[in-house]
């Protein structure tokens, strides 16, 4: 009797062993791996494909990659297949960051939950001999829609000048602190006293002094014709050779050449505060009627505004400093704020080339701007509307804002 009951309990054990064992199978591991390089990149992705051996939505997939460095395999991808890899077979992940020229290899499984418990099957592994190797390509794919960008913006630079060219009258916006030009020097005139021109403290090489002296040179032609003294104290000996330059040219397509006087444009000191110091001393002293900051400035810039503005002084301010921005529009009558500062060239020389260039920018400027107000509407509309209906904007919303924009 104590023997049938043995027979018994063993046979239930084997039994709930045998049960056990079904229940906890692995499942069938994924029937084949691949890797490749990412065509047209930059080098650092590499495309890896999973062969599925079973199509249940339910089962989880893990890819590790291991590197010639160290051999040793790490997870970098862990989740199900979608419907359409489902339905194609196939699983497709793209590894990132991986270094042009060296070897990968890749290794998946599949991950079952049974009854709360994660059941993994065995890797399937990728032929040690053949591994996957990145390269660095002539073009990056990934950044398409950028190209396309760059060559409207470029295109309509183009376009815009053969418009110009051809005699098409391009309109630009007056611009406030350039049409004071004139009343500045006509009311310095008027009251017997000076202008005082500041190009900055920076040298040659900083394109805000190149843009300084170009204002430099209507400033001069209208003290040409309305004989006005103009005198420019510089703080960079290349900068005083320039302006000297700048305003003979001036004074000569004025038609008067003979009142150019080269000693009013002198090079005081690259120090910067006891270059200040010199111009606000001689602003107290002389009291100039017309001052003009047009170019880089730093720390000094308000020191020099509010001595113009203590004297009585009519002050044209122009930098693309944004610190000191609002200094100058704090200080001084007008001020050409940024990009008004660089588009001063061509809405004083009216030159076509440069027309049509201001021009294109601006169209590149809408075309941007415009997809960032898309792109803010679109991420609005996610975030804020019914799931049912943010469905229909989520897909446009991540194109143009990784791919468009390239913010992802």
């Known amino acids: 009797m104590n023997h049938r009951r043995l027979c018994i309990l063993v046979g239930i054990i084997v039994a709930i062993a045998s049960s056990a064992n079904d229940v906890f199978a692995q499942p069938a591991p994924p029937a084949g791996i691949s890797a490749s390089d990412h065509p047209w990149d930059d080098g650092s992705e590499i495309d890896v494909e999973v062969e599925l051996s079973d199509v249940d939505p339910d089962l989880v997939y893990v890819i590790e990659q291991a590197s010639e460095f160290d051999g040793l395999y790490h997870e970098v991808e862990r989740r199900p297949a ?8 196939i699983l497709k992940v793209t590894t990132q960051k991986n270094i042009p ?3 990968y290899w890749y290794r998946a499984s599949v991950v079952e939950d049974v009854d709360g418990e994660e ?23 990934d950044r398409f829609w950028l190209a396309v960008i760059t060559v409207l913006v470029c295109g309509s630079v183009v376009a815009f000048i053969l418009m110009a060219r051809s005699g098409t009258k391009l309109k630009i916006r007056p611009i406030a602190g350039l049409e004071a030009i004139e009343e500045a020097v006509g009311r310095a005139t008027e009251m017997g006293r000076s202008c005082l021109f500041v190009p900055g403290i920076q040298d040659m090489n900083d394109i805000q002094t190149i843009a300084g002296l170009t204002i430099l040179s209507r400033v001069a032609e209208q003290a040409a014709e309305y004989d006005c003294t103009l005198e420019t104290p510089t703080s960079k000996s290349l900068v005083m050779t320039a302006a000297r330059e700048t305003v003979a040219t001036a004074f000569l397509k004025a038609g008067r050449p003979e009142a150019y006087n080269n000693d009013l444009i002198y090079y005081v000191t690259d120090e910067q505060f006891a270059y200040v110091s010199f111009l606000t001393g001689k602003m107290v002293r002389e009291k100039p009627a017309a001052c003009f900051y047009l170019g880089a400035f730093f720390a000094e810039s308000l020191i020099l505004a509010e001595t113009g503005n203590a004297i009585g002084a009519i002050q ?3 930098t693309a400093q944004p610190a ?3 200094f100058f529009v704090a200080a001084c009558d007008y001020t050409l704020i940024g990009e008004e500062f660089f588009a001063a ?14 021009k294109g920018q601006d169209f590149g400027k809408v075309l941007v701007g415009g997809l960032i107000l898309i792109g803010v509407f679109l991420v609005t509309i996610v975030d804020a509307a019914p799931p049912t209906i943010a469905a229909h904007f989520q897909g446009a919303a991540d194109f143009l804002m990784n791919d468009l924009l390239q913010s992802g």
């Open 119 to 141: 059941v993994q099957s065995e890797f399937i592994r990728m032929d040690a001999d053949s591994p996957a190797i990145s390269s660095e390509q002539f073009y990056d794919g």
């Open 345 to 358: 060239s061509a809405y004083l020389s009216k030159d076509p080339d440069q027309l049509g260039s201001l």
């Open 101 to 103: 020229g060296n070897s």
């Open 316 to 318: 044209v301010a122009g």
């Open 324 to 326: 000191q921005l609002p």
């Open 82 to 89: 979608t419907e359409s890899e489902l339905e194609s077979g």
